[in-house]
């Protein structure tokens, strides 16, 4: 049985909306890394990839430079 997901409200479209766009350059065995992977692990939308794997990224960092209470052994 499917599960319906809720309706998207003009407030939800609105506030999750792209419009910051970022650019990057690449080298030529960059971008044929890029292409190469893409290719083999048939990735399709390349945009959502980059994207997911940059803030994956950014909250794992996050994560790891939050204060803690107690400084933990090894990690000078």
Do not use: W
Request: glycine share 2%; aromatic share 12%.
């Amino acid at each position: 049985m499917a599960v319906k997901k809720p309706k998207k409200t003009k407030e939800d479209i609105q506030k999750y909306k792209r419009r910051h766009r970022i650019e990057i350059v690449l080298n030529d065995f960059e971008m044929q890394a890029f292409v190469n992977y893409c290719q083999k692990y048939k990735v399709n939308n390349k945009a959502k990839f980059i994207r997911e794997a940059v803030m994956t990224k950014v909250l794992k960092k996050f994560d790891e430079d939050y204060p803690t209470l107690f400084d933990v052994p090894g990690s000078n």
